[in-house]
């Protein structure tokens, strides 16, 4: 009994032995048959990538054109009359009448209002009043004069017939006083004449400035009194109306940035628009551009002064305009995208060699790959443009002109119209 059971057991043992081993087999074989995929998968990959880096770069390029430039700068600024006159008044009073408005077209000498004249006329008149009484007086200083005389020339007689003993010389002195005084006398009354004279002619003129008239051939732009208002010039004179003197032609008043104002000046033409008229542009042309700054917002410009035709009186004193100036115009000229003299190629790269073909593939490679720009001022002192010829970059070397930010003038002995020239890498090999 104990026998078998022995034997049984030793069975048993054996089966769990032999199971246990072919799990472990099994196991094996897997582990085998995954690691070989992976292999087979690291040998296509790094195949794949040595495909790659022998594979010619890409580039993405552009056109050389021919064909004209023009630079523009940009400025705004307001609209400004060519001559605005701000009428005010010298004289203090009542505002009696107004006889023009806004918008009204006057004439030199046209009365635009007109002042009480009640003080003023009293003035005149007491002027006047004063100029009568200073000639009365020049009228008596005259007489004194002829009396002292007559009165000096009959002691001179006297004296002469009696032999110097009469009159005596005491009197004779005092008739040559009284003389001399009269003749005084008379130029001191004459001088209040004039003063008088001036006196009237002041209250005449201050009489005929309360019509306040027109100074210039215009339009009021601008009516700020009403009759009943009291004018008070003591101190300033007050703004009556203000008058444009012809918005047939007017001014463009812009700020040109101090980055800008060394190309721009008297004489370029220049087109504006305005928020009025926004699918209209209006012709203009530089005729100052100032030497004084202005500061605001701590941006610095230079005002710019350019003559605007109005016939049709479309444009209004005070609208915003923004103006493209024109400063350099090229008339059939090579022309090359900006972005063609910005490019470079990169600098060859060293790639670390690796012993194994898959292990070198796993290694990381040196950024920088492809082709790199510059810093957006060209390719320095020696520009160029670059070509892709033959699985290979080369360079043209070229003479940078003017740009307006997208082409720029370029001009080389090799640089023909039509040629491709690189703007940027297309990416390369990966």
């Known amino acids: 009994m104990s026998t078998t059971n022995a034997s049984q057991d030793e069975g048993l043992a054996a089966l769990v032995t032999e199971g246990a081993n072919g799990g472990r087999r099994k196991r094996a074989r897997w ?15 790094g195949a794949t990538r040595s495909v790659g880096r022998n594979a010619a770069p890409e580039y ?17 600024g307001t609209l400004q009359p060519t001559n605005e006159v701000d009428v005010g008044s010298e004289v203090s009073g009542l505002v009696e009448t107004v006889l023009v408005d806004d918008n009204d077209r006057v004439k030199t000498g046209q009365v635009l209002a007109r002042l ?32 002292s005389a007559a009165n000096l020339s009959r002691l001179r007689q006297v004296a002469e017939l009696s032999g110097g003993k009469v009159p005596s010389k005491s009197e004779l002195e005092t008739g040559e006083a ?15 004449v004039d003063q008088a004279r001036a006196a009237l002619s002041s209250a005449e003129t201050n009489l005929s400035k309360a019509s306040i008239r027109s100074p210039i051939n215009g339009v009021v732009l601008s009516r700020k009194i009403e009759p009943g208002q009291t004018v008070a010039a003591s101190f300033t004179a007050p703004v009556l109306f203000t008058l444009a003197e012809d918005l047939a032609e007017m001014e463009l008043q812009v700020d040109v940035d101090e980055a800008d104002v060394g190309q721009v000046k008297a004489g370029q033409a220049a087109t504006f628009t305005v928020d009025a008229y926004s699918s209209r542009k209006y012709p203009a042309k530089i005729t100052r551009v100032g030497y004084g700054s202005q500061t605001k917002d701590g941006v610095v410009s230079y005002k710019t002064i350019l ?3 109005n016939d049709d009186l479309s444009l209004r004193p005070g609208m915003t305009a923004t103006a493209e100036i024109t400063t350099v115009e090229r008339k059939d000229v090579l022309l090359v995208p900006n972005a063609a003299l910005r490019f470079a190629p990169a600098e ?4 670390p060699k690796a012993s194994g073909g898959i292990v070198g593939s796993l290694l990381p490679r040196p950024p920088g790959g492809g ?8 390719n320095g002192p020696a ?38 020239v690189v703007t940027e890498s297309g990416g390369g090999p990966s």
């Not at 003749?183 to 001088?191: I, R």
């Not at 160029?384 to 307006?404: M, N, Q, R």
């Open 178 to 192: 009284a003389a001399a005084r009269a003749l005084a006398d008379e130029a001191s009354a004459k001088a209040v």
């Open 371 to 378: 082709a790199k720009k510059s810093n957006g001022n060209g």
């Open 307 to 309: 003559t605007v035709d």
């Open 383 to 420: 520009q160029k443009v670059w070509v892709f010829e033959d699985g290979k970059l080369l360079a043209i070397p070229v003479t940078a002109g003017a740009s307006d930010g997208s082409l720029t003038e370029v001009t080389g002995s090799v640089l023909r119209e039509g040629m491709a």
């Open 60 to 76: 993405v390029t552009g056109k050389v054109t021919r064909g004209d430039l023009t630079v523009h700068v940009s400025a705004t």
């Open 348 to 351: 060859a790269a060293e790639t």
């Open 31 to 45: 582990l085998l048959v995954a690691g070989g995929l992976a292999l087979v998968g690291l040998v296509a990959w």
């Open 116 to 147: 009480d004249v009640s003080k003023l006329n009293d003035a005149v008149v007491n002027a006047k009043a004063a100029l009568a009484s200073a000639e009365a007086r020049v009228l008596q200083a005259e007489a004194t004069v002829k009396e």
